[in-house]
């Protein structure tokens, strides 16, 4: 089955730097999709993105979907405390079916 | 703004009983995929279904597991048997349509004693 590889695994940072993390995966996606999970709920959608080489923003939020289909980043400027959480990527082929990184879990220190 | 519900939020069960997670997908959404997250885990596809339809079944076990999507009602996951292997975070995710963006619910987490 398709594998994605998601890094780094956690991050510990301070308030007011920026952010970067990555996906690749094995095989090609048309679908990359950006998520935020926070203690006890569900993955809410950050970005999403349908074209190869497409570079989105959503607020302080960037992510591209890169251009060989197999990898994808999103960027996080100037961090808030809020910004805590578990951040997911998952990608999706040519049907419905979405694949999920392991998450990367970031830690905002005031 | 009612996105996907699902509920119970929170369902223990000792070994060998029927858990039942109940979801509600989003109004207009006539399509509910079913994943499994384990602890410090993706999460996992297990089940796509349209109303009355079983779509995909590929990711759910093949023995105890089932799924359904009635005409009127919300879609249950129904785990027969628990065991403690089955403890994880289960989400409900909807789409209006089969490749559109899927929008999940809360998660219901599963405790086998």
């Known amino acids: 089955g398709q594998q994605l590889n998601q890094s780094p695994q956690s991050m510990f940072i301070q308030e007011g730097e920026d952010v970067s993390m990555n996906c690749t995966s094995s095989?090609?996606?048309?679908?990359w999709l950006w998520y935020k999970q926070d203690p006890g709920e569900g993955p809410v959608l950050l970005i999403a993105l349908y074209k190869a080489g497409e570079l989105t923003s959503n607020g302080r939020l960037t992510a591209q979907f890169g251009i060989t289909r197999k990898d994808s980043f999103l960027n996080i400027s100037a961090s808030i405390p809020s910004d805590v959480g578990i951040y997911f990527c998952a990608g999706r082929g040519s049907n419905y079916k979405l694949t999920f990184g392991k998450g990367t879990l970031l830690t905002v220190n005031p | 703004n009612a996105g996907v519900m699902q509920n119970p939020r929170h369902l223990v069960r000792r070994r060998g009983q029927e858990a039942r997670l109940r979801c509600s997908p989003m109004?207009?959404?006539?399509?509910v995929y079913w994943y499994r997250q384990l602890p410090e885990e993706g999460l996992k596809f297990m089940v796509y279904?349209?109303?009355?339809?079983?779509?995909?079944e590929s990711g759910m076990p093949k023995e105890r597991f089932s799924a359904e999507f009635p005409k009127e009602g919300p879609s249950i996951l129904r785990i027969q048997q628990v065991v403690r292997g089955d403890s994880a975070a289960y989400f409900c995710?909807?789409?209006?349509?089969?490749?559109?963006?899927?929008?999940f619910g809360p998660g219901t987490r599963l405790l086998v004693l």
């Open positions: 095989s090609i996606f048309n679908t």
């Open positions: 995710a909807s789409s209006p349509l089969e490749r559109e963006t899927q929008y």
């Open positions: 109004k207009g959404h006539s399509h």
């Open positions: 279904l349209q109303k009355e339809n079983i779509i995909d």
